[in-house]
């Protein structure tokens, strides 16, 4: 695909799990592939220049939208998580509990902030400071 900051931030804040460019070559096709699949996205640093970029350029409606203070002590460890490269089954591991229940923190999540991916929640934690990088 195209190198395009506003294109890749709005693919990426619509669900997309991961971006690489149309002439990568196959060794970073492979690699996305089987990023994708183990932990259910792709960051290469296109995507995460790119990333930054937005998280220091644009103000989130996302932060805004509810304060901090009413989020849970495991909602908050779930969004450290969340910044990991582990999967949402790895998670529940890490945190005793079951898939079922990360499944209902991270679309409990979704609902209150507002936001849809799960790179949304990772902009969310790095901008409210819930992890540092």
């Known amino acids: 695909m195209l190198e395009n900051d ?3 931030i709005r693919m990426l804040k619509n669900g997309a799990r991961g971006y690489i460019l149309k002439d990568s070559n196959p060794k970073i096709f492979r690699k996305a592939l089987n990023s ?3 932990s259910g996205y792709f960051i290469n640093e296109l995507v995460s220049n790119k990333l930054m970029h937005y998280i220091n350029q ?3 409606h996302e932060a805004q939208v509810m304060p901090i203070q ?3 002590d495991n909602e908050l ?3 450290k998580w969340i910044c990991t490269d582990k999967t949402y ?3 529940a591991d890490e945190m005793n509990l079951s898939p079922r229940t990360i499944d209902t923190y991270r ?6 902030l507002q936001i849809k991916t799960r790179t949304g929640l990772a902009i969310f934690a790095i901008k409210n400071s819930i992890i540092d990088i």
């Not at 679309?107 to 209150?112: A, I, Q, R, S, V």
Request: no cysteine.
């Open 70 to 72: 009413t989020l849970s």
């Open 77 to 79: 460890t779930f969004l």
């Open 36 to 38: 994708i699949r183990d």
């Open 89 to 91: 089954k790895e998670i």
């Open 58 to 60: 644009e103000e989130s």
């Open 6 to 8: 506003g294109a890749i």
């Open 107 to 112: 679309d409990n999540l979704f609902k209150k």
